[in-house]
C-alpha cells in the first residue's frame, strides 16, 4: 500500500498524541534540567538583586521606572537569553535524540501523516520548555520591579511575551533540527547574532527576527517602555502564531522527504 495511503490510516489527532507521548518524557533528561534550571534559578536571584538595589540606594522609585526595570529586566534577561536558549535545546533535540536511538523509527512506521508527527514532536518540546523559561521570567521581571503595585500587567506582559516566544522558538528549531547538521551550534548562532542584534540593525532586520514581535508584546500587554515599541499586541500575536504554524509545515514537508532508518 502507497506510504500516502498509510498515512491517512490514523486521524490526525490521534497520531499527533501518539507522537507527544512517545517523545515528550524522553526530550527531558536529568542534565538538560539541571543546567536550564539552574540559568532560570539565576535570573530569578539576580531579579531580586536588581529590585533590592532599585530601593536601598536612598530615594522612593517611582512605579513606572521599577516596572520599566522589571520590563527591561524580563526582555534583556527572559526573552533575549532564557526563551530561545531553552527552546533551542529542547526543539533541537526532539526529533534529533529521538533518531538516534530509533524512536523517530517507531513512530514512522505508523500510518500517520508526517503533520502529526510535526505537531506532536513540537508540542513535546513546548512542553518541557515552557514552564523552564516562562516562570523564572516572569517571576525574575516581578522581583526586578520589587513586586511594586501595579506589576499585574508586567507578570502578564511577561508571561504572554515568554509563552508565544517560547513556542515560535520551539517550532523553529524542530524545523531546524530536521534540516541542519550539528542544529545547535546554528541555533546558537542565530539566537546569538541575529536575535540578539537584531532590535538594533534597523527596521527591515526586525520584521525578519521574532525578537521584535516578542519584545512588542512585552511593551504593549505591560504597557511599559524598554526602548522598542513597533508592533501592536494583535500583530505580534498573529506573527508568532504564523511563524510556528509555517514552521511545522515546513518541518513536515521535510519529514516526507527524510530517510529514516
Not at 123 to 145: H, N
Amino acid at each position: 500500500m502507497p506510504q500516502s495511503a498509510l498515512a491517512r490510516s490514523v486521524p490526525a489527532i490521534r497520531g499527533a498524541v501518539l507522537t507527544y507521548q512517545a517523545l515528550v518524557r524522553q526530550v527531558v533528561t536529568p542534565g538538560k534540567l539541571l543546567a536550564l534550571g539552574a540559568l532560570g534559578v539565576l535570573m530569578v536571584l539576580v531579579g531580586w538583586l536588581v529590585g533590592v538595589e532599585a530601593t536601598s540606594d536612598g530615594g522612593t522609585p517611582l512605579a513606572t521606572d521599577l516596572l520599566n526595570d522589571g520590563a527591561t529586566f524580563a526582555d534583556g534577561f527572559g526573552l533575549v537569553v532564557l526563551v530561545p536558549v531553552v527552546s533551542l535545546v529542547f526543539g533541537c533535540s526532539v526529533l534529533g535524540e529521538a533518531r538516534e536511538d530509533s524512536t523517530l523509527v517507531y513512530l514512522w512506521l505508523r500510518p500517520m501523516s508526517r503533520a502529526s508527527l510535526a505537531v506532536g514532536a513540537a508540542a513535546a518540546a513546548a512542553t518541557a520548555a515552557l514552564p523552564l523559561a516562562v516562570i523564572p521570567t516572569v517571576l525574575g521581571g516581578w522581583l526586578a520591579a520589587d513586586r511594586v503595585a501595579g506589576s499585574a500587567d508586567l507578570m502578564l506582559g511577561a508571561f504572554a511575551a515568554a509563552a508565544l516566544g517560547t513556542l515560535a522558538y520551539t517550532s523553529l528549531f524542530v524545523l531546524v533540527g530536521l534540516l541542519l547538521r550539528k542544529p545547535i551550534m546554528w541555533g546558537l548562532g542565530y539566537v546569538l547574532l541575529w536575535e540578539g542584534l537584531a532590535v538594533g540593525l534597523g527596521d527591515f532586520a526586525v520584521r525578519l527576527s521574532l525578537r521584535g514581535y516578542i519584545k512588542s508584546l512585552l511593551n504593549r500587554l505591560a504597557e511599559v517602555n524598554t526602548g522598542f515599541d513597533a508592533y501592536t499586541a494583535e500583530t505580534s500575536l498573529l506573527v508568532l502564531a504564523g511563524v510556528s504554524v509555517v514552521c511545522l509545515g515546513l518541518a513536515a514537508m521535510r519529514l516526507n522527504r527524510l530517510d529514516v532508518a
